[in-house]
């Protein structure tokens, strides 16, 4: 608003271990990310995992042609070596999902319920309070994938919400 400008453009981080060119780059929003990687080195051969957004809540892009849009911050490229997830193992009930969450929720729950389809449930607990900071996955010693379910969750209740107040109308 200040210089009397649309939004065309945006200032996106690009980086990874293998990349030639890191950095902070001004690109058009439009713009294809497999051009912003070309920009900034290519490819590089051990690319396993190209992730849009932080490495604790981005989400992995499916295809690099997609357009950069507003809210994309960054691109990271991970290496073979560092794309996949450890193997899951059973809740320990050890609390620490609990302890590191912002929004005083209880993971655990959230996911468990999230994942046997107990959308109601999910949402007494507040699931749609989540802000998708990862952090409960993040120090999970069992390396549950709880903010996937956690996603699941929230994406269907607020689904739910929506058909809800369709009804209401
Ligand atoms: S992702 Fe959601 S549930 Fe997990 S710690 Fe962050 S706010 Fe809490
Ligand atoms: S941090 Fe992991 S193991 Fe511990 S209670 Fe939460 S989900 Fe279970």
Do not use: W
């Not at 001004?26 to 294809?32: D, E, F, H, K």
């Amino acid at each position: 608003m200040k210089k009397n400008k649309p939004l065309f453009e945006r200032v996106v981080t690009i980086t990874g271990k293998s990349l030639s060119n890191p950095g902070n780059y001004l690109v058009r929003i439009g713009s294809p990310v497999c051009c912003l990687i070309e920009a900034a080195g290519g490819h590089p051969n051990d690319t396993g995992k190209v992730i849009s957004g932080g490495p604790m809540m981005g989400k992995a892009l499916h295809d690099t042609n997609i357009p950069v849009v507003k809210g994309m911050s960054g691109i990271i490229l991970f290496p073979v070596s560092e794309s996949f997830r450890p193997e899951t193992e059973p809740c320990i009930k050890c609390a620490k999902c609990v302890t590191a969450c912002p929004m005083n929720l209880e993971p655990q729950l959230l996911a468990a319920a999230s994942m046997k389809a107990m959308y109601e449930r999910t949402e007494s607990e507040g699931i749609t309070d989540c802000m998708e900071c990862g952090s409960c996955s993040y120090v999970c010693p069992a390396n549950r994938p709880l903010l996937d379910y956690i996603r699941l969750g929230k994406l269907t209740v607020l689904k739910m919400a929506r058909e809800r107040n369709l009804k209401q109308q």
